[in-house]
């Protein structure tokens, strides 16, 4: 259906294929004459802006000449060289403030080239052929790294140590690999099973185990990991859901959004979620926006999403919150909410009116209440510490130095953990491969 979902304009329950249908992929690829459009369009800049614009340095000149030219397979090794999760990021990156922002002919009255588009067209071509693996490893080394989480840094840079020709054990805590491409981006954004797709992709270098339900701290030791391996790659992620410290947040009815953006990418049968007919949201991120355009397009009534500053300082996108508009959502700014009322399940959320007063975000005392029989709470995440005795943190996250070092030798982290730009999976996967080779320069000193 892409942006514009099916609703319904009577009242009633949207059917089994109408939610099917809002489900279905939210930028379809493009057609052959549409990649060719696009890819003529692209003016092959030298120090082009839309690469320096890329966490992960992908050379996008290079890889649209090579589409004009019809050389597919080159344009995703091209790609999948510099980001072995090309195809998620070309579905789920925003790209309108990366790459495409940067493009020049935005200068001008033209839109940019659809450089995620391109890529996607190029990378979904390679890997529909199932054909051998684009990357050799190199020859073994005897040296093996464990790594912990199987999300995008991890999985990035275990490639890349495969690559190297070491041996790479991934430990991750949950049942399925993928991170939040797999359990936390709304399922438009990543139809079709695809996510597990580019896993299985990845792991086709081969040299790459993973174990699962093996959590940090509960399963594991770093202490006994940095004895049994030559080094230890820390990919856990930001685990540990913020909570609002409001009366009322233990309500049924009151869930964390990326649970329920699990719930959603995890079910069998998506039609089967109900996900309330007053659904409140509370935050501004795209996560967020994720979760309040998913219970729109499950066929909520009204979804509302309250955010506590204006939209200026959102951290949603511009173009997720238009996607936000589009499916119905009701936006409300300045406004916080102080408490969630009901008798045993939510029914209302009361907000207060919020300003700025001296760049300092302070409560106006009017307050208004918004009828809700579920709340969606995004507020971010916090670093999880089990586990982590002995490394140094700094700002709530792993402190690392410009090798992705932790205070631990050969212990190093990547990806959410640390503070090291955007959490998107295109930093992440930048995280993973610096880390590999921040993991092969130390193992070389060791040797030294």
Sequence with gaps: MGEHPITSLTGDALSAHDIAANFADLHPPLNGEQVSVQASRCLFCYDAPCVTACPTAIDIPKFIRQIATRNITGAARTILSANIMGGTCARACPTEI??????????GEDEPVQIGHLQRHAVDALMARNGPHPFARAAQTGKSIAIIGAGPAGLACAHDLAMRGHAVTIFEARPKPGGLNEYGLAAYKMAGGFAAREVDFILGIGGINIEYGKALGRDLALDDLRSRFDAVFL?????????????????????????????????????????????????????????AVQAKRLGAASVTLAYRRGPEQMGATGWEQDLAATNGVTMVHWASPVAFAGDGK??????????????????????????????????????????????TMAHGKIAVDENNQTSLPGVIAGGDCIRSGEDLTVQAVADGKAAAAGIAAFMEAQNG
Excluded at 98 to 107: A, F, M, P, Y
Excluded at 235 to 251: F, T, W, Y
Excluded at 272 to 277: C, E, Y
Excluded at 352 to 374: C, Y
């Design 346 to 391: 939510v029914h209302e959320v009361h907000l207060e009116r919020t300003h700025l007063v001296d760049g300092a975000l302070k409560g106006t005392g009017a307050q208004f209440t918004l009828p809700a029989d579920r709340v969606y709470v995004a507020i971010g995440q916090h670093l999880a510490d089990e586990g982590l005795d002995g490394l």
């Design 235 to 291: 990919g856990v992620g930001l685990g540990q859901p913020r909570r609002l410290g409001i009366a009322g947040e233990d309500l049924e009815g009151v869930e964390n959004a990326l649970g329920f953006i699990e719930r959603i990418r995890q079910a069998p049968d998506v039609t089967a979620i109900d996900p309330g007919q007053m659904a409140v949201v509370i935050g501004g991120g795209n996560t967020a926006i994720d979760a």
């Design 98 to 107: 990366l790459c495409e922002q940067k493009c020049v002919l935005n200068s």
